[in-house]
Structures are given as structure tokens and as C-alpha cells.
């Protein structure tokens, strides 16, 4: 893959507030916090030129500028429940071209995602260059018979599935491990999807996104399944 001449950033927002785990992104995880692990993988990428937080916490200012990443503080108006998360990726890109730094792409890597990996944010990069696309998501396979409930009344969404579900006609998630988006479509759309919006397919332990305290144990279960597993990779004689 030749890599294109444009500058990528990848941002990590990082907000305070939190109900369902307080303090959710610095929540230990296997010895660390939480954000760490999305900082580690970020600094493995071929293609981010810088990686930055967005975060309206002193705490976890402090925590990811002890792990080298760069800290850019979040408004409180852009860091409440209800505000959409591009209203901190735009904040980052216009602190930035301020500064002379002015990103052709954004990579969007929420920290709740733990085992995401370099080789997939590459991956992601690559095929925002490949296909021309303006976006590109990751999203993980569902093979479920999935509906929609309407006064106690139960309608699938796709008539007629098979009962097996290796014969399903699969449908895709959403996964939240990473987003993609030229700057352009991010700051005409105020969105990170554009209309040429591209997908890649992520294993099934990349997408656990963190939202509630089981999530925590099931992420740090994966994470010692996978260095137990690592540990047995090697040459067999």
C-alpha cells in the first residue's frame, strides 16, 4: 500500500462524564487505564502523523500526557450527555490549523475500545485511499434474526430466515472501533459519515466497546484468552 500524501490525525475523545462506569476511560484494564491501550495502538499505526485527545478532564489530561499523547481541552459546552462528538473532533481540528496543523483525515478511536489494533486502524486508512471513499466505519457481522416490537407484536426485519444460522443472510453492526473522515466532509457535514461511506468487517473481540462494568470484565477476560493464546503461537517441534 503507497501511502498517500496527506496528514492524518488520529483523535481519541475523552469526556469526564460518564453513568454507566464512572471515571469509564481511566478505569483500570489489565494494569492500565482504559485509554491506554487505545494510545498504544494508535502510536503502532504506519500512517497517524499525531494522535490527540480531546478531554474536558484535568485527570485524564494528565494520565495521556504522561503516555506522550497530545492533550487538547474540550469547551464544557462540547462535553455534556447530549453533545454529538464531531462538535470535539471540529474543536481539535480548528485548535490545530491555529497552530499550522490542518489534518486531511480524522480518525476517530473511542477509548472504550480496548482490543482494537494497529493493523485495523491501518486497515481503515487504507481504504478511505483505495476506494476514494470520504468515510469509512468498522462494523462486525451479526448473523441473528434481528426485529422490531410494535404494540407486543414481534416483525423481523428480513422475512423468512433460515432457522440455521450459518444460512442467514448476514447484516452489520455499527461498531464504534473506529471512524475514518476526510476533514473536508467532516467540517462541511459535521458528521464522520460522509455519502461515500465505506465499511471493513472487524473481528468479533475488536468490537467490545466498554459501556457497563460487565464490559469490563468480559474485555480483560479476551485480553488474557489472547496472551494465553500469543504464548502458545510459537514454532511447534
Known sequence: MVRFAEKVIGVIPARRGSKGVPKKNIKPLLGKPLIAHTIEEARKSKYLDRIVISTDDPEIAEICGELGAGVVVR??????DTAPTELALIHVVESLSRGGYEPDVVVTLEPTSPLRTHQLIDRCIEVLWETGADSVISVKKID???????????????????????DREPL???SS?????????????????GERLYAVVVDEDEAIDINTPLDLVIAEAVMRWRQGRGSHDGPTH
Open 172 to 174: 452489520y453492526l455499527e
Open 177 to 193: 472501533t473506529v471512524y475514518v473522515t476526510r476533514t473536508e466532509t467532516l467540517l462541511e457535514r459535521g458528521s464522520v459519515l
Open 75 to 80: 469547551p464544557s459546552e462540547f462535553a455534556t
Open 144 to 166: 441473528a434474526c434481528l426485529g422490531t416490537i410494535a404494540e407486543g407484536r414481534f416483525e423481523y426485519l428480513i422475512k423468512n430466515q433460515p432457522r440455521r444460522r450459518q
